[in-house]
């Protein structure tokens, strides 16, 4: 999704009371990250960074705690999953699940792409190209004035860790980097004690494309559909 478009959205779901939906999310990033890799954050730098983005979101200690429990339970077979779309208007979707149910999940997505003229799902790969992961960092812009930072320090300084360029949307500095640099990343931020509100591996469109406001608000109905899945974790589009 292009980023300018990925935080509006983010910002109309705080104002739409949509948080509701992300508590039970995170956990799954959790669960599944503890699963993985162990239930240590301190050894485990998928987990690290799951607990980070729960935090962020005011996620409280006892739902992290019991997330990452559930990693050795039943509930927690869970498994991570890909699908890609078209729609009208040239718009392409990636779409990234966690579930313990995959058949049902793909029916549940089948459901809202019949229900959207011109939209369908297509065979995974055939739209991954159109996509780069990327490393992606999140601070408040405050956060640099607070440590006597300013943009071009920081960027000096993090190029040496695989930044490859800093972007300023609203109060949020995103720092973007290759994906096999999320680890290097890291460790500039927590090295320049610049605290980090999110960090996430994104898949950021290569061709983003500009819609009518009219076009925007057809596709905005698939997208909130998806979005507002249990099973969806993230979406990506090429919209800019």
Known sequence: ??????YRRAAKE??????????????????????????DPAS???LRTAILNAKAQNM????????????????????????EGKANHGVLLFIECMTDNP???IANLKSYFNKTPGASIVNNGSLEFMFSKKSVFECPLSSLETLGLSLEDMELALIDYGLESLEVIEDLVIAL????????????????????????LQR???????????????SEKLLDRIEEDDDVIALYTNIS
């Open 14 to 39: 705080k104002r739409w009371d949509k948080m509701s939906k992300v508590f039970p999310k995170l956990a799954k990033a959790i669960t599944l990250a503890a699963k993985e890799g162990g239930g």
């Open 103 to 105: 058949t049902r999940t």
């Open 1 to 6: 999704m292009g980023r300018a478009f990925e």
């Open 44 to 46: 485990n730098a998928k």
């Open 177 to 200: 980097g290759d994906y096999t640099s999320f680890k290097e990343l890291h460790e500039g931020f927590e090295t320049l004690k610049i605290p980090v509100q999110k960090a996430s």
């Open 60 to 83: 409280p200690k006892d739902n992290i705690e019991a997330a990452i429990k559930r990693a050795n339970s039943k509930e927690g077979q869970l498994v991570e999953v890909s699908y």
């Open 204 to 218: 950021i469109a290569n061709a983003p494309i500009t819609l009518s406001p009219e076009a925007l608000a057809e």
